[in-house]
């Protein structure tokens, strides 16, 4: 089966200058939603029209697209991917905004299709108000669809409705799509006209509507987000993850949790994020395409682009920034910040540091205050620490430098050359002691200030 991913609309009641199909749910955008739902069923097209080169920015490398141009209906718009069509295989329509289906409704919809030998199969759905939606006609043992303002009184009750998503025969929409007319007062060609044409038409009521349900402007946008968290949580919480407050926890639809792992309040994990078992992540905590091993304890901090190894401690205030790899058992305490840095097992920067594009071995401790100063303005250079050393406190390492395994640097030195392995190095100026220095300057001060 191919997929067909209609995403060619404007959305002017989203009032954006954004197309309306890459707002996100959950940090991602709705046509991925549907792209990787698309996708575990077959070759996935998408139909683009409104800033496509937005749209197409958003879709994997290997998802064709099919350039609507200008936009004159959802019949027009597979019109466009024609090319995208094969006579031997069925098609299925999609919309770049409807982001909540589930893959087992689209599994019954091409079981019922396949069994019926139909030309098209609909989703249908029971709507408590109906209006606005086509009504699906059962007569004589065929079906059709008839429009909201096209149907009379006694069609308008009917509350089966069209949900806009149809299996079809491929053979069968290469056949007749060319057939379509735009003789109505919008000027555009309709798919459900296409319905009309068909020999046979199977349907398929949904009984969660929700499931169906489209964006057209912000509010839904927020009402979707809220039922896409609460399924999302759900299945964690069933599969063994403890969520300790859902309706102040935000975790995206890619995320993967471990058993027996707790999420605290206020924490909003996305992307490709894997957690581990036994972890304990927030309260006040965002995770961003992250890995993250077993017994794993994260507090108040701050997760981008980060492998986190077993065991290992993080925060509170922590911000761990992409590049960064912690080792087993290493402690990243509070305002610590690291970038493209990779921390030993069992290493420690507890308090008031900034690690960039450093290597720092196994059993080192960074004592607080301490810096690499990797930047000159123009490019970053790498700072290397050896096993076992340690950094006194307030330390400036001036990449690029090494430290040696077991070597020591002083407390408030400035460090500019390499330092041998087990050597202590002092980079700080010799203190001066003037007795009485302190006293003399506000005596003289206070004689300044009688004359006045």
């Not at 924490?267 to 961003?288: A, S, V, W």
């Amino acid at each position: 089966m191919k997929v067909l991913i209609l995403a060619a609309g404007l959305g002017k009641r989203m009032k954006s200058k954004y197309p309306k199909v890459v707002h996100k749910i959950l940090g991602k955008p709705m046509i991925n939603w549907v792209v990787d739902l698309g996708t575990k069923f077959g070759e996935v097209g998408v139909v683009v029209g409104h800033k496509a080169e937005v749209v197409r920015s958003y879709l994997p490398e290997d998802v064709k697209t099919y350039l609507q141009q200008p936009q004159l209906g959802t019949g027009h718009a597979v019109m466009c991917a024609k090319d995208f069509l094969t006579p031997n295989e069925d098609i299925l329509i999609l919309y770049g905004d409807v982001p909540l289906l589930k893959s087992e409704t689209i599994e019954k919809l091409q079981q019922a299709h396949k069994e019926s030998g139909a030309d098209v199969t609909v989703l249908t759905f029971i709507a408590d108000d109906p209006t606005g939606y086509g009504r699906i006609i059962r007569e004589n043992g065929k079906v059709r669809i008839v429009e909201h303002k096209d149907a009379n009184d006694e069609e308008r009750k009917i509350k089966e409705v069209n949900s806009g998503i149809y299996i079809f025969s491929g053979s069968f929409v290469i056949d007749n799509i060319s057939k379509l007319k735009n003789d109505n007062a919008q000027g555009e060609y309709y798919l459900t006209d296409l319905i009309a044409m068909a020999g046979k038409v199977e349907t398929l009521i949904l009984d969660d509507s929700i499931q169906v349900s489209g964006v057209n402007d912000r509010v839904q946008l927020a009402q979707l987000e809220a039922v896409a968290r609460k399924r999302i949580l759900e299945d964690l919480m069933l599969s063994g993850v403890t969520i300790v407050d859902p309706s102040s926890t935000f975790i995206g639809p890619d995320v993967k949790v471990g058993m027996d792992t707790i999420i605290h309040p206020f924490t909003i994990i996305q992307g490709k994020t894997i957690i581990g078992e036994d972890c304990e992540i927030g309260p006040y905590t965002n995770i961003l395409d992250s890995t993250i091993g077993n017994v794993v304890k994260i507090i108040r901090s701050e997760v981008e682009k980060t492998t986190v190894y077993d065991n290992v401690s993080v925060g509170p205030f922590a911000r761990l920034r992409e590049g960064t790899v912690l080792k087993e058992k290493v402690k990243i305490g509070n305002f610590v910040e690291t970038k493209k840095s990779v921390i030993g097992k069992n290493s420690k920067a507890q308090h008031l540091t900034y690690l960039g594009d450093a290597t720092v071995g196994e059993g080192v401790n960074v004592g607080a205050g301490t810096i690499t100063c990797n930047y000159d303005g123009y490019k970053k250079y790498p700072t290397y620490i050896g096993d076992g050393a340690f950094i006194g406190s307030n330390s400036s390492l001036v990449a690029p430098v090494k430290i040696g395994k077991g070597a020591i640097t002083g407390a408030g030195s400035v460090i500019t050359e390499d330092v041998p392995d087990d050597a202590l190095a002092l980079g700080r100026a010799r203190q001066v002691i003037k007795e009485n220095w302190a006293k003399n300057k506000r005596e003289a001060l206070k004689d300044a200030d009688n004359k006045e």
